[in-house]
């Protein structure tokens, strides 16, 4: 384990189940005021197991995007709870936040959002640092080769594929051991067989390591590489699938304007 300097958020009392990672209770966000008020998420209720691959899909306008927003500590939702592990995110001001960001969450985005300056290893390591963390060697190893990066550790983004900035990007999500992981369109800037490549990494983490992977995407055959698939519409739950098919998401996709 990392050696940490910084002390994480004490868990507040919740009495939420041991093995859900991340939790929304009744979670509301609005936008605006009077005539011009917009309601991104309608009381929504959801729970997120350790351990679990879940992919969020819905279609334009559904609030996955405020969703993960607010289930990863970024945004405030307007009312309800979000819960990480035992912690309520409504008791940390935002220096805390902060820090259960860096130490407890991890991120992947569809633009990699590497720092071209810095080599493959300084950019898998530079969000433990950040938070205040010594990596572990033997667990940046593993990850390393687990993502099939050990050959290009000295590399620059620049002289690497969209496919292998993709997997620098995930292993420096789970540098830091986070209990979360949120992928936010991660294949959407890769071709076919790359994609592919990532979505069988990600649930490889999932299934060998016990990582938490919360994906958001469009993609039906993205999200027939997880456990269960959550479909928002209108800001709301709208239903979930377990054992997802493409053929069977993409049906469901074309029925949620009907819900």
Not at 1 to 16: C, N, S, V
Not at 25 to 36: D, E, L, M, N
Not at 67 to 85: E, I, K, N, Q, Y
Not at 228 to 255: K, N, Q, S, W
Request: proline share 6%; aromatic share 4%; net charge neutral.
């Amino acid at each position: 384990m990392a050696r940490e300097k910084r002390q994480r958020p004490a868990p507040a009392e919740t009495g939420a189940p041991p093995d859900d990672v991340v939790s929304l209770r009744s979670v509301r966000k609005t936008y605006g005021s009077g005539a011009g008020e917009v309601t991104a998420l309608r009381d929504l209720t959801v729970r997120f197991g350790r351990g679990s691959f879940t992919a969020v899909m819905g279609p334009s306008g559904a609030g996955k995007s405020t969703f993960l927003h607010c289930a990863a500590g970024l945004d405030r939702p307007t009312s309800g709870t979000v819960l990480l592990g035992g912690t309520d995110l409504a008791g940390l001001d935002e220096t805390a936040l902060t820090v259960l960001r860096r130490e407890r969450v991890g991120f992947v985005f569809q633009a990699y959002n590497l720092l071209t300056s810095l080599t493959v290893a300084d950019n898998i390591s530079l969000p433990a640092r950040m938070a205040g963390l010594v990596p572990d060697p033997a667990w940046l190893e593993e990850i390393v080769r687990r993502v099939g990066l050990a050959d290009r550790l000295n590399r620059r983004p620049a002289q690497l594929s969209g496919g292998q900035q993709q997997r620098v990007a995930i292993a420096r999500a789970l540098a830091p051991r986070p209990e979360v992981v949120f992928a936010d369109e991660p294949t959407g800037a890769l071709d076919t067989r790359t994609g592919r490549q990532v979505l069988e990494l990600l649930r490889q983490l999932v299934d060998e390591t016990g990582q938490t992977v919360i994906m958001v995407t469009h993609d039906p055959v993205a999200a027939s590489y997880a456990h269960r698939v959550v479909f928002l519409a209108d800001g709301a739950l709208a239903d979930e699938m377990t054992e997802p098919a493409p053929d069977r998401v993409a049906e469901r996709m074309t029925t949620l304007g009907e819900w």
